[in-house]
């Protein structure tokens, strides 16, 4: 799903997304409504288009899944490259307030950068609002209460979130330094996770994290916090069907990664009851369809089918 370092993907030129140019549509007398014109007009305009990322990619299957049920995407196809790609078609469609409908997560720095809105899905072909959630391993309440009530106490809104990504990309997603930047300029936070947390004296402990940036940014915020109070920190990156088996061995300590119910819930589910959920870190997480809030548009169900 997002599980992307922009730094590290290179953009692929030779996207093009072609747009008839048509003038809007005038109601003729008698018509009930002009609206069906309008959004047909749209989604010619678009070339009956979804401007993806990644083939292969979760998201880009569920794309494929709302394109076969949606009657309103009857004929419509899915146009995949890079997620570099999909930003850089999105970006210049803005630039000229041109129509475009492009894949979208929650959290990511587009939401900060640009005025998007997600297209309403009523066929729930993308499922509810996810969260993210922080893990441990059994006995770390024990063995390291102080670390426990701090990773315990982190929460992020959102709108918060979106923000630090965009700040990660302006700094070519250097996330330690954009990390310690925001820990820096935001102690008033931290202080409510730190709170009555007595600081130790080098006691290691280890943080796994999957490479999507929310949790690259998340973990490294986490370790910043925990060093401040005396920890020694090890921060690792790793898939996510490794991260959990890694906590419920206990070879990790904690993680602020998974996704739940839907992205990670398999993996929750094969290890349930060998680690320990602390609960939501981040709430409001999603995947759908974005447009630009310039376009008419504000559900899937508003398209219509390529003829």
Not at 18 to 37: H, I, Y
Not at 120 to 129: A, L, Q, R, T
Request: charge should be negative; charged fraction near 25%.
């Amino acid at each position: 799903m997002f599980n992307f370092t922009w730094k590290k993907l290179g953009i692929i030129t030779g996207l093009s997304l072609s747009l008839v140019v048509a003038g809007c549509g005038q109601a003729d007398n008698g018509r009930e409504s002009d609206k069906p014109e309008a959004t047909t007009s749209v989604s010619e305009k678009l070339e009956y288009t979804i401007t993806g990322i990644e083939p292969g990619a979760g998201q880009t299957e569920t794309n494929e899944k709302a394109i076969a049920e949606y009657e309103s995407l009857a004929g419509w196809k899915q146009e995949t490259a890079s997620s570099a790609a999909m930003l850089t078609a999105l970006g210049n469609a803005i630039d000229n307030e041109e129509p475009i409908i492009v894949a979208a997560w929650s959290p990511h720095y587009k939401f900060a950068k640009w005025d998007l809105k997600y297209l309403e899905d009523p066929k729930g072909v993308f499922g509810d609002e996810e969260y993210i959630t922080t893990i441990v391993r059994r006995g770390l309440k024990d063995d390291m209460p102080n670390a426990y009530t701090i990773l315990d106490k982190i929460h992020w809104e959102l709108p918060e979130m979106e923000a630090a990504l965009l700040k990660a990309q302006e700094m070519d997603f250097e996330f330690e330094a954009v990390a310690q930047e925001w820990v820096d300029g935001n102690q008033e936070k931290v202080s409510t996770w730190t709170e009555g947390v007595e600081s130790v004296d080098g006691t290691s402990i280890n943080l796994a994290s999957t490479s999507w940036d929310t949790e690259l940014f998340s973990a490294n915020v986490a370790k910043i916090v925990l060093e401040q109070q005396g920890f020694d920190v090890t921060l690792t990156v790793v898939d996510p069907s490794v991260l959990f088996g890694a906590i419920s061995s206990g070879d990790v300590d904690a993680s602020l990664s998974p996704w739940m119910p839907t992205t990670h819930g398999a993996f929750y589910e094969e290890y349930e009851g060998q680690f320990e959920e602390l609960g939501p870190n981040l709430e409001g997480a999603k995947i759908g369809l974005a447009v630009p809030t310039y376009m008419d548009i504000d559900s899937i169900e508003d398209l219509e089918p390529a003829e």
